[in-house]
């Protein structure tokens, strides 16, 4: 079973430049959750969609979207990015909308913001 | 609201035990994760616990009590591949998984 892939690997942008940064999920998982780990601090809750919706978002600002695809792939958008969005961003998916399924993370999009 | 703390690093020698330990403070308590990360990878899943006492899985093992809001990760045998981050997370108000900062474990020879 493939586990959840995330592309790109890395990307580099320059500041008020926009990233958008993919992720699919496991097959058969509804739910996709974005995590945002800086260096040296813990991964900070992003976004959670399910069938589509955004369910719930983090304490960042509007400048961070994203949505979920039909297929339940998802798009994380970052706009006007500055340099402090640099950060490792963590793809997860779960098989459906309880608190207590186990998330499943990607291998994660580097991005780096000059 | 939630918080959840964890010690930033610690040591242990291969072959020995190590506890990391974990509080939290949470409402509308879900259970609590504890995962792995090797540096640059991502987290994978060891253990959830939603109920009062000790899960054994091999050679790690979670507890959790609830009226403490304390849960540890207990690891035998370490070998040198254990080395790495473990976050504790519980999951709050709209699926949030709210993540301790992380325990660095290095594991020495």
């Known amino acids: 079973e493939a586990g959840v892939t995330q592309s790109p690997t890395h990307l580099i942008k320059t500041r008020g430049q926009q990233a958008t940064l993919r992720c699919s999920p496991i097959?058969?998982?509804?739910?996709v959750y974005w995590y945002q780990q800086a260096l040296g601090l813990g991964l900070q809750f992003l976004l959670w969609?399910?069938?589509?919706?955004?369910?719930n978002r983090g304490n960042f600002p509007p400048r961070f979207s994203g949505r979920q695809f039909p297929n339940y792939s998802s798009e994380l958008n970052v706009n006007a990015l500055e340099l402090e969005d640099s950060a490792l961003y963590l793809c997860?998916?779960?098989?459906?909308?309880?608190?207590?399924?186990?998330?499943?993370f990607g291998p994660g999009t580097r991005l780096t913001v000059t | 609201g939630q918080n959840i703390d964890q010690p930033t690093e610690m040591t242990a020698t291969e072959g020995a035990i190590v506890q990391i330990n974990c509080t939290y403070q949470t409402s509308g308590f879900n259970g609590l994760f504890w995962y792995q990360q090797h540096a640059g990878e991502a987290p994978t899943f060891l253990s959830y616990n939603v109920l009062d006492g000790l899960e054994e899985k091999g050679r790690f093992s979670s507890f959790l009590s609830r009226s403490k809001g304390y849960s540890y990760l207990l690891l035998k045998e370490l070998q040198m591949k254990d080395s790495a981050s473990y976050l504790c997370?519980?999951?709050?108000?709209?699926?949030?998984?709210?993540f301790g900062g992380g325990t660095r474990l290095m594991v020495k020879p």
């Open positions: 969609y399910d069938e589509g919706e955004e369910r």
């Open positions: 997370a519980s999951p709050g108000a709209g699926n949030m998984l709210t």
């Open positions: 997860a998916s779960s098989p459906g909308d309880r608190p207590f399924y186990e998330q499943y």
């Open positions: 097959s058969g998982h509804t739910s």
